[in-house]
């Protein structure tokens, strides 16, 4: 089953602009992580965040963490056309058998140049 | 380059055929994963191995199985292929199952049953 899922499925935006995309989950975590995958390739793991953190920077990303929603965002500044791809969002499971990553379905970014 | 390694990158078999997905990995990482995207369906586990000389069933394992033939190679076994195992096939590993660090995939298969 999936535990996280991102909104929206699908954003577009200008080169420059800012694009926010957020990620729901169901159950406790250990960490959840974002991953980029550009058009036939594999995933790219960009950046994770712990439970016990709420937010972390990775140059351009800025990821968020609110456990008592269950939610997370991730926003990605001043996009570039090489930013085009579907991001995302891995959820870790923080007891149990639940070590393995779960994934959302994915956002399609397209940053229009 | 360090990472994951996948061969072959596209294949297409009949109904009924069989065929070994491989995957190696140089980053000296103890467990692996193998998982599959559909469309509209995001990632799904299909199996993985904690470390080698373990195997554990994902989310999806019906129809497939594996082997953790060494530490690097982890390999994934279609032994009468469905076309609903048409998809594109990720293998991926990290430091160890409960480690703190992201995954590494490759590159994928394609695979297409007809």
């Known amino acids: 089953s999936q535990q996280g899922e991102e909104d929206p499925q699908a954003l577009s935006i200008q080169e420059g602009e800012n694009a926010t995309m957020n990620c729901s989950y169901k159950?406790?975590?250990?960490?959840l992580q974002w991953y980029r995958q550009n058009s036939g390739r594999g995933l790219v793991h960009l950046i994770l965040?712990?439970?016990?953190?709420r937010e972390k920077h990775s140059g351009r990303l800025r990821v968020t963490l609110d456990t008592s929603k269950k939610s997370s965002s991730l926003l990605i500044t001043a996009s570039r056309a090489a930013d085009t791809a579907s991001y995302f969002c891995?959820?870790?499971?923080?007891?149990?058998?639940?070590?393995?990553?779960?994934f959302g379905k994915g956002t399609l970014l397209t940053v229009n140049p | 380059n360090a990472g994951v390694t996948q061969t072959p990158k596209f294949q297409v078999l009949k109904t009924g055929q069989s065929m070994t997905l491989q995957c190696a990995q140089d980053?000296?990482?103890?467990?692996m994963y193998w998982y599959r995207q559909d469309p509209g369906m995001g990632l799904r586990l299909i199996y993985y191995?904690?470390?080698?000389?373990?195997?554990d069933k994902g989310e999806v394992p019906n129809g497939y199985n594996v082997s953790r033939l060494n530490k690097r190679e982890f390999s994934l076994r279609l032994e009468s292929a469905a076309p609903s195992q048409t998809s594109v096939y990720f293998c991926?590993?990290?430091?160890?199952?409960?480690?703190?660090?992201?995954?590494?995939f490759g590159s994928g298969t394609r695979l297409t049953v007809v």
């Open positions: 891995a959820t870790r499971g923080s007891g149990g058998s639940n070590y393995k990553l779960t």
């Open positions: 159950t406790s975590i250990n960490n």
């Open positions: 965040i712990r439970s016990n953190e």
């Open positions: 980053m000296n990482h103890n467990s």
């Open positions: 191995s904690a470390s080698e000389g373990t195997t």
């Open positions: 991926a590993s990290s430091e160890g199952l409960r480690a703190q660090s992201g995954y590494t």
